[in-house]
């Protein structure tokens, strides 16, 4: 095939590798509670206590614990003693109470996850604000209503824990005395309280899962490399590079930005699809509009790409970098004419006021290519499909 996803051309650099990771990853769906609690004490600090100025720290920084669309005084309806402050019990159960409320939202086939148009949905949702979070009957307890509102301790020997567990927590903290109560099941991040008084978190997950965590960083640096090696690199620098040294690390929060940014932007830019479908398209219906959509802008491109001569690598690869270019020339066109209007630089603000833009846009376009009764025919989606990627071959 000559794209292997006609649609998602619309976002060809970052096509396969931002859907695997969005915001939603880890701390939704799917949901890893050894990642949530490792950030949850690395922002809390020693107090191990989350409050307004640290979460809002976190969520500027791009930290990864706090995301970009989520509000302190929503979580903090989950401080249960009401003292201004999160432990990790209360913040887990506001993890859990957000996912219990986007999966009943927009799990629609009610598989116990979120893919396609589901996960898309939940995103935009979330991003709006429209996902009603609160304590209470629909919210999973993480812990019973009698527990201590402050961490206690437990000694190892009278914790529960079976001795492997209690023989690699000494292994790996020699001081250790103590766990939480309320963290005596075996799992993967645990709490641990030494002699000395300090509390420490102990990764008790094998060196083989630590290795593929690692090796998911490395994937994702290895991206944004080619992602800064594309046209794209100035976009990218002049909105997340913050300390100015060319990169997009983890450590400081840019990756982290720049990978929630770039899925909404896939997200933005493939929405237009939607207004081919309405509540009355079945899946068998809207599978085989897309396959045939697919099809038909394959057969296209192929006539730009090669004329009427034989297939060339060579004519397939300048074809994909004009229209990177391209798509890079949009955006960074649409970002000049939203940005007077958010203080003349790159921001959270200027972001979104870019991705509405390019939505407007897309719509617009729509509406000129034909709709009818508020639905965009499979010949009108073509021809729009076709538009954008004339207009971005254009070498000007």
């Known amino acids: 095939m000559i794209l292997r996803n006609a649609i998602a051309c619309l976002a060809a650099m970052w096509a396969v590798s931002v859907l695997a990771d969005d915001a939603l990853t880890k ?3 799917p ?13 809390a600090g020693n107090s191990g206590e989350l409050d307004q100025k640290k979460f809002l720290a976190d ?21 249960k003693n009401k003292n201004g402050t999160l432990d990790w019990f209360e913040f887990e159960a506001y993890r859990q109470a957000m996912r219990a409320a986007v999966l009943a939202g927009f799990d629609k086939n009610k ?18 604000g429209k996902v009603v979070i609160k304590p209470g009957a629909e919210a999973p307890r993480a812990f019973p209503p009698t527990a201590a509102s402050q961490p206690t301790r437990i000694s190892l020997e009278a914790s529960g824990l079976s001795e492997e567990t209690i023989r690699h927590i000494k292994e790996k903290i020699p001081n ?10 075996d799992t993967d991040i645990r709490i641990v309280y030494c002699g000395d008084g300090q509390m420490r978190i102990l990764d008790m997950r094998s060196e083989e899962e630590q290795a593929w965590l690692a090796a998911i ?44 940014f770039l899925f909404e932007l896939q997200t933005t830019m493939m929405n237009w699809q939607s207004v081919m479908f309405d509540k009355d398209t079945t899946n068998d219906e809207r599978h085989e509009i897309e396959r045939t959509l697919n099809e038909r802008i394959e057969l296209a491109a192929g006539k730009r790409i090669h004329g009427g001569g034989p297939p ?10 004009q229209i990177e270019i391209g798509m ?5 066109r649409i970002e000049k004419q939203v940005i007077p209007n958010h203080g003349g630089k790159p921001s959270k603000a200027s972001r979104a006021a870019l991705l509405k833009a390019i939505e407007a846009d897309f719509r617009e376009r729509a509406k000129k290519n034909g709709m009818t009764n508020g639905k965009l025919t499979l010949d009108d989606g073509e021809k729009l499909f076709l538009e954008l990627m004339d207009e971005w071959l254009k070498n000007e």
């Open 27 to 29: 701390a939704v769906d």
């Open 31 to 43: 949901y890893d509670q050894a990642d949530q609690k490792v950030k949850f004490f690395k922002t």
């Open 59 to 79: 969520q500027k920084a791009g930290g990864g614990l706090i995301l970009p669309f989520e509000k302190w005084e929503t979580a903090a309806a989950f401080d």
């Open 111 to 128: 598989d116990g996850k979120l893919t396609g148009d589901e996960r898309a949905a939940a995103l935009k949702a979330l991003t709006d």
């Open 176 to 185: 250790a005395v103590a766990v939480d109560t309320r963290d005596t099941k």
């Open 217 to 260: 960083v490395r994937r994702n640096e290895e991206r944004r490399e080619r992602m800064l090696a594309s046209p794209l690199r100035e976009f990218l620098l002049r909105n997340f590079d913050a300390d100015g040294d060319g990169k997009l690390s983890d450590k400081d929060g840019e990756g982290a930005m720049c990978d929630a």
């Open 312 to 321: 060339s690598p060579e004519k397939e690869d300048a074809f994909q970098k």
């Open 328 to 332: 890079a020339r949009y955006i960074e």
